[in-house]
């Protein structure tokens, strides 16, 4: 059973939620276990997944290590480029790590151009892209998984 570290920005609470609540329930019907940080924004998403890859597996299940990532979170665009920088720069973080130390992350980091857009995205009972994270990062589990035996 896999155990899951899920990084969330609530700077769009709403979205945020709904995200969260998404990725919860799709890891509970996985029968996997998960604990929940979150972080101010979308840029610092990366620095604490990779700060939790570096968690050492301890005794207590409150020190397990973690095997797979999702990342939630939410950037909508707006009148300055900040918006093309912080998607940009989080996805690249999240890619990074991926391919750096072979992490398995689910990128649920919405980039949308407005909030009606957003909450489509991550409302549970449409397009709840929380659930979809958390399928790709356990794809990519069970086939480093595979691939490993």
């Known amino acids: 059973m896999p155990h899951i570290m899920i ?25 996997s276990t998960y604990e929940v940080f979150e972080v101010e924004g979308a840029l610092e998403i990366p620095l604490a997944i990779k700060l939790g890859a570096a968690r050492k597996k301890g005794r207590s299940s409150e020190n397990m290590k973690f095997d797979a990532y999702i990342a939630l ?6 009148e300055t480029s900040h918006y093309d920088i912080v998607s940009n720069e989080s996805a690249r973080g999240l890619s990074t790590l991926m391919l750096d130390y072979n992490l398995p992350i689910g990128n649920g980091i919405l980039t949308c151009d407005t909030i009606e857009q957003a909450i489509v995205r991550s409302d549970p009972n449409q397009k709840n892209k929380g659930a979809d994270a958390v399928n790709a990062a356990l794809s990519l ?6 691939l490993r035996r």
Do not use: D, T
């Open 7 to 31: 990084v969330v920005s609530p700077y769009y609470k709403e979205v945020s939620e709904n995200l969260l609540e998404g990725a919860k329930k799709a890891l509970e019907e996985q029968r």
């Open 73 to 78: 979170g939410c950037v909508i665009r707006g």
């Open 141 to 146: 589990f069970n086939l480093g998984c595979k």
